[in-house]
T-cell receptor
Framework: GQQVMQIPQYQHVQEGEDFTTYCNSSTTLSNIQWYKQRPGGHPVFLIQ?????EVKKQKRLTFQFGEAKKNSSLHITATQTTDVGTYFCAGRLGGTSYGKLTFGQGTILTVHP | SQTIHQWPATLVQPVGSPLSLECTVEGTSNPNLYWYRQAAGRGLQLLFYSVGIGQISSEVPQNLSASRPQDRQFILSSKKLLLSDSGFYLC?????????????FGPGTRLTVL
């Protein structure tokens, strides 16, 4: 079945350092979504990428979708303590998938002040 | 606006006891609904999804079952809980917001099986 691998599993950074998490799928994706889960909370949607090679930015966050639509990355510039949480990528297959998403294992980000 | 509710928020149950977790959605009709489980420090595993009343698809074999008795109600159940059923259970619905399609998650239920 479809698998979405996400690395690293954990990342500890000092406030102000950059952070990147990577996502790879075993199959071509219709789109990829990114979610953030704060400690003790539930996942919250960040962004969706649809087009091959797409790049989107949200303030200090930059999201990329690979040319083959099999990989993606999330980069945070100059991390802040408010960036703490788990970041998940979630891939969707094309066709009749009923909107099912396959989530990566997530990257737990810790930011030291 | 749409809202998704889950209860209870936390639950501690003995091994072998039954389980019933409820999820309801407001402000939308005929949503696709999903149950996920998240083990401590791990990712989200899709357990069940439903595209309509009475329609349930199971993603992984397990000790749990799901039902959708009403359009906006999704229930997760078990007849006899196992220790391995402990986790954070999240209900989600799929909808459109500001031109994009995303999954909206409920607040979750933290289940501890002792």
């Amino acid at each position: 079945g479809q698998q979405v691998m996400q690395i690293p599993q954990y990342q500890h950074v000092q406030e102000g350092e950059d952070f990147t998490t990577y996502c790879n799928s075993s199959t071509t994706l219709s789109n990829i979504q990114w979610y953030k889960q704060r400690p003790g909370g539930h996942p919250v949607f960040l962004i969706q990428l649809v087009k091959s090679g797409e790049v989107k930015k949200q303030k200090r966050l930059t999201f990329q979708f690979g040319e083959a639509k099999k990989n993606s990355s999330l980069h945070i510039t100059a991390t802040q303590t408010t960036d703490v949480g788990t970041y998940f990528c979630a891939g969707r297959l094309g066709g009749t998938s009923y909107g099912k998403l396959t989530f990566g294992q997530g990257t737990i980000l810790t930011v030291h002040p | 606006s749409q809202t998704i509710h889950q209860w209870p928020a936390t639950l501690v149950q003995p091994v072998g006891s039954p389980l019933s977790l409820e999820c309801t959605v407001e402000g939308t009709s005929n949503p696709n609904l999903y149950w996920y489980r998240q083990a401590a420090g791990r990712g989200l595993q899709l357990l069940f999804y439903s595209v309509g009343i009475g329609q349930i698809s199971s993603e992984v074999p397990q000790n749990l079952s799901a039902s959708r008795p009403q359009d906006r109600q999704f229930i997760l159940s078990s007849k006899k809980l196992l220790l391995s059923d402990s986790g954070f259970y999240l209900c989600a619905w799929r909808g459109r917001y500001r031109g994009r399609t995303e999954q909206f998650f409920g607040p979750g239920t933290r289940l501890t099986v002792l």
